[in-house]
């Protein structure tokens, strides 16, 4: 069988973001050498989603299309899957399947521990005591999206020994950084860590650390570190490995149907008009 993993970043105005994922795709290439692996993007880029099934669907009789995302919001349970269904009228004879999203996993968890242990390391009293942390994450309008970064937090919480794991958003939803910070301080924290929950660089990483540059002038009694993105992580390409493993039954009894294919709530929405828009 002639087989293609499509891979799909978000995609972001800034084009270092593009870059990584490209460059982490070559990566994975390197580590799966048999296996011809695409990419496209949601949005901010020259291959979007309608580009990238082509080529996907070119000389191949499946195409198994793999959401780089955390989340599963509104590009995982209705975007990327109406992409899908356009794919499948444009290439009847390609089978198409979508593999589920990276998640609330260990192996997330594995790769924030890590990102979150090097941060400890540039602060002057490296004490989880008196550090906390703020699991920051996009948000979105999905409360269930929103749960698993919450999952994560409180994993977070039980495996790293520090006293303080709050939840914050960098959009559509609330709270903020700064509300957290404040509560953290008033609450006796001495150092806080900014744990960003994103794969790689762009826009809102470089206003993340903005933002923290002016918490450091704010609280000037405490000190603040800045972890890393997720970006290169093992854990990550071993996540993925999975799930295409997953999306095309190896190692279960049969694949495993996407959780919004064939979704109410998208079939729902697509009727009365509730479809997908893209913020800044």
């Avoid at 020259?46 to 590009?75: C, E, F, N, Q």
């Avoid at 521990?113 to 009293?125: F, T």
Wanted: one cysteine or more; a negative charge; glycine letters at 8%.
């Amino acid at each position: 069988m002639n087989e293609t993993i499509l891979l799909v970043g978000h995609g972001s105005r800034e084009p270092s973001g593009n870059d990584e994922i490209e460059a982490f795709a070559q990566e994975w290439r390197k580590r799966k050498p048999k296996a011809r692996i695409e990419v496209c993007f949601i949005e901010f880029a020259d291959v979007t989603l309608d580009a990238g099934m082509d080529l996907a669907a070119k000389d191949s009789t499946r195409v198994i299309v793999v959401p780089l995302i955390l989340g599963a919001a509104a590009h995982v349970k209705m975007e990327i899957p109406h992409h899908i269904a356009d794919a499948r009228k444009r290439h009847p004879k390609v089978e198409f399947i979508m593999a589920k999203h990276l998640g609330a996993t260990d192996k997330v968890l594995k790769a924030l521990k890590s990102e979150l242990s090097k941060a400890m390391l540039g602060l002057d009293a490296p004490d989880a005591k008196n550090t906390g942390v703020v699991l920051l994450a996009r948000g979105s309008s999905d409360k269930v999206a929103n749960g698993e970064i919450a999952k994560m937090a409180r994993w977070l919480f039980e495996e790293t020994g520090h006293e303080m794991v709050d939840l914050a958003f960098t959009g559509i939803t609330f709270p903020k950084v700064e509300t957290v910070v404040q509560r953290q301080v008033a609450c006796g924290m001495k150092q806080v860590v900014v744990l960003p929950y994103y794969l790689f660089t762009g826009v809102l990483i470089e206003r993340i650390a903005r933002q923290v540059a002016r918490l450091s002038q704010q609280y000037p009694t405490t000190s603040f570190g800045l972890a890393k993105y997720i970006g290169f992580d093992d854990a990550i390409y071993t996540l993925l490995d999975e799930r295409v493993s997953e999306a095309i039954g190896e190692g279960v009894d049969e694949p495993k149907m996407l959780e919004c294919d064939g979704c109410k709530y998208r079939d729902f929405a697509e009727e009365h008009g509730f479809g997908h828009h893209h913020h800044d």
